[in-house]
């Protein structure tokens, strides 16, 4: 269950959206699903959410995502190229106007060489008038339990949303 602090970010994220008719996308790993239960527990958010894929798996990342799969054999799936090729699945095959997408590691061990708190972020948007397609990326090392670092991981997703808004 998603906690207040969540969900009070993804009110403000669904107003923000709402306001200038955006719609959104998730594609989440770490997260779990954590992103698309605070954004569906905000009353309209039917509105603004379009839905998502939870790719926990690596290889959904690329049948799910669309995440190329040479890429996720050489570099693995914690990565800056991951996160954008993620987040502009879910933009497309949801047909969004954004897409937000997580992937990292929550613990108790350390994956494809990247300690438990490495968490990439990625937020695309559909060209709308600007030179190319915007789109932002995070590197964060979050501290803490698996528990803790999935939360930050949800929290840090919304606010990043509300930075590039």
Same mark, same amino acid.
């Given at each position: 269950?998603?906690?207040? #602090? !969540?969900? *009070?970010?993804?009110?403000?994220?669904? =107003?923000?959206?709402?306001?200038?008719? @955006?719609?959104?996308?998730?594609?989440?790993?770490?997260?779990?699903? #954590?992103?698309? !239960?605070? @954004?569906?527990?905000? &009353?309209?958010? !039917?509105?603004?959410?379009?839905?998502?894929? /939870?790719?926990?798996? !690596?290889?959904?990342?690329?049948?799910?995502? #669309?995440?190329?799969? =040479?890429? /996720?054999? =050489?570099?693995?799936?914690?990565? %800056? +190229?991951?996160? +954008?090729?993620?987040?502009?699945?879910? @933009?497309?095959?949801? $047909?969004?106007?954004?897409?937000?997408?997580?992937?990292?590691?929550? #613990? &108790?061990?350390?994956? =494809?060489?990247? &300690?438990?708190?490495?968490?990439?972020?990625?937020?695309?948007?559909?060209?709308?008038?600007?030179?190319?397609? &915007?789109?932002?990326? *995070?590197?964060?090392?979050? $501290?803490? $339990?698996?528990?803790? /670092?999935?939360?930050?991981?949800? %929290?840090?997703?919304?606010?990043? @949303?509300?930075?590039?808004?």
């Amino acid at each position: 269950m998603a906690m207040s #602090g !969540s969900v *009070e970010l993804a009110r403000q994220v669904i =107003e923000m959206m709402r306001q200038r008719t @955006l719609t959104l996308a998730t594609c989440e790993s770490i997260t779990g699903g #954590g992103i698309g !239960s605070a @954004l569906t527990s905000v &009353p309209g958010a !039917s509105a603004v959410y379009r839905g998502g894929f /939870i790719t926990y798996a !690596s290889d959904l990342k690329n049948t799910l995502a #669309g995440v190329d799969l =040479e890429l /996720i054999t =050489e570099k693995g799936v914690v990565n %800056e +190229l991951t996160a +954008l090729q993620m987040a502009k699945g879910a @933009l497309r095959r949801c $047909d969004a106007d954004w897409g937000v997408a997580t992937t990292g590691v929550a #613990g &108790p061990t350390a994956i =494809e060489g990247h &300690p438990v708190g490495t968490v990439w972020f990625a937020v695309v948007g559909q060209k709308r008038g600007m030179s190319g397609r &915007p789109r932002f990326t *995070e590197l964060v090392h979050f $501290d803490g $339990d698996r528990e803790a /670092i999935r939360q930050a991981s949800i %929290e840090h997703a919304f606010r990043m @949303l509300l930075r590039v808004f």
